[in-house]
């Protein structure tokens, strides 16, 4: 096989692949960018760039979320990204790119949030959307600082399996149960266009969503979610989020325990 096909498939000159071509290089050999996207250190004009928030200085339980960005560009290297009977392949439609990771440091909340934000606000000046992968979900609130500095306040889908609009504890400012607070006591979203879905478990008080409910936030929990047809729950989404801008942001752990048992 020549170097300018793959499966037999021509090569468009006029448009280089995304992705490495897994037909001439096998899918364990080269640097584990996400997908296997191309690497591009300093983007510009992308649709979206991929990037990596190795952190887990907010996390209240388990750390090792710092590994995380790097887990998931190895395990992502085995998916071609085309479904069986289905086409075309989302990145011959929008022009995405692995930008690596932000540097963040290990030791300080504050000085690791500033440098995000900046990280996240400086991407946003030149592409048009990222992709981050954390991380500790307390990196979300520089995310929406980000956003907030080029499309005004936002809408917000979030999957999770806690509200994360909890106060300080244990004199850390921004862990992992903040982010959604001080989003809202920032400005940076609107709680009457915000979805939180998936909510469930133990809390440490009977009142834990009375913060995000109380704000407007509309919170479906894991079981409503049950209960209904997602048809209906999508459709409400929908109207919730209206017509603004959308942030989406998954916490791991809305995830089945069973399925993800090592979050933080």
Partial sequence: ?????????????????????????????QLATFMRL??????????????????????????????????????????????IDRGPNVFELIDVVDGGD?????????????????ALTSLLADNAAFLMLGGDHSLSLAALRAVRRKHGKVAVLHLDAHSDTNPPVYGGTYHHGTPFRWAIEEGL????????????????????LDYARGHGVRV??????????????????????????????????VVDPAHAPGTG
């Fill in 189 to 208: 979203v609107e709680p009457g266009h915000m979805v939180q879905l998936g909510i469930r478990g133990h809390n440490p008080r009977p009142d834990s």
């Fill in 102 to 118: 932000i540097d963040l440091s290990p030791f300080s909340m504050d000085l690791a949030m500033e440098t995000a934000t900046e």
């Fill in 220 to 253: 479906i929990t894991a079981q409503e979610c049950a209960d209904r047809p997602l048809a209906d729950v999508a459709d409400e989404i929908r109207d919730v989020v209206g017509g603004l801008p959308l942030y989406v942001s998954v916490d791991i752990d």
């Fill in 38 to 83: 191309r690497h591009d250190p300093a983007p510009v004009g992308r649709d979206v760039v991929v990037v990596g928030a190795p952190y887990d200085g907010g996390t209240s339980y388990r750390p090792g979320a710092r590994f995380a960005p790097r887990a998931i560009r190895h395990e992502s290297c085995l998916i071609h990204g085309t479904g």
């Fill in 1 to 29: 096989m020549s170097d300018s096909t793959e499966f037999g498939l021509p090569e468009d000159p006029q448009r280089p692949r995304a992705q490495v071509r897994s037909g001439v290089s096998p899918r364990y050999a």
